[in-house]
Structures are given as C-alpha cells and as structure tokens.
C-alpha cells in the first residue's frame, strides 16, 4: 500500500512560482509512475505532468497547458516528486493531486493511478 502526501500548495500572484511537493511512504518507490492532475471547481479532474522510470533514466511527460512552465521531478532517495510551477496563470487555480501506480499506459489518465493524496490548492490571482 502507497500512502501520498502533498504539499507546498498556496495563493500566489500570476506570473509567479509555486513548488509542490509529494512524499511517498510504501512500495517501491522508484519503480512507480508518478503523476500530477489537478481539479478546478466545477470542472474533471485532468492531467498536468507525469514522470516514469526506466532504466536509462526517467522520462517526462506533460500537458500542453504545463509544457513550458511547469516541471516534474523525482527524487527517489527522499521518495518525493515535486512539481516546480512558474509562471502561473489564475487558470492554474486548482486542487492538485499526486498519483502513483506501478505499470500506467497512457500517463495522462487518471483511472490508470491505483494511488492518491489528499490534494493541495493552488490559487492564482490576477
């Protein structure tokens, strides 16, 4: 059993940066896919970055809304991925969620993650 936590979530102006965080405790950490979705009131729940393991290194994945601006990284000696957030939009505004899951086929769906925290906000005012 995986346990997620996030955290680093806060009001920021737009333009400016935000750093999520999210511990891992249980399973093997550097073997799961680790992803980032977030969920804005009144909309689904969609996918912001995802970040897979492999053998000859980690591999990346992101939305179009995050490419660019946003990166995800993995540190597997600490069991943490963190979602570094710049120039942020009032559009980013959202709960954001880590996931994790073993084996994951299309990085950008949620139903693939076994795995989730409780979420963080993230609020951003024009």
């Known amino acids: 059993q995986v346990q997620l936590v996030e955290s680093g979530g806060g009001l920021v102006q737009a333009g400016g940066s935000l750093r999520l965080s999210c511990a891992a405790s249980?399973?093997?950490?550097?073997?799961?896919?680790m992803g980032w979705f977030r969920q804005a009131p009144g909309k689904e729940r969609e996918f912001v970055a995802a970040i897979s393991w492999n053998w000859s290194g980690d591999k990346t994945y992101y939305s179009d809304s995050a490419k660019g601006r946003f990166t995800i990284s993995r540190d597997n000696a600490k069991m943490t991925v963190s979602l570094q957030m710049n120039s942020l939009k009032p559009e980013d505004t959202a709960v954001y969620y880590c996931?994790?899951?073993?084996?994951?086929?299309?990085?950008?769906?949620?139903?693939?993650?076994?795995?989730w925290g409780q979420g963080t906000q993230v609020t951003v005012s024009s």
């Open positions: 249980g399973g093997t950490f550097n073997r799961y896919v």
């Open positions: 996931a994790a899951d073993h084996y994951v086929i299309t990085f950008s769906r949620d139903r693939e993650y076994a795995y």
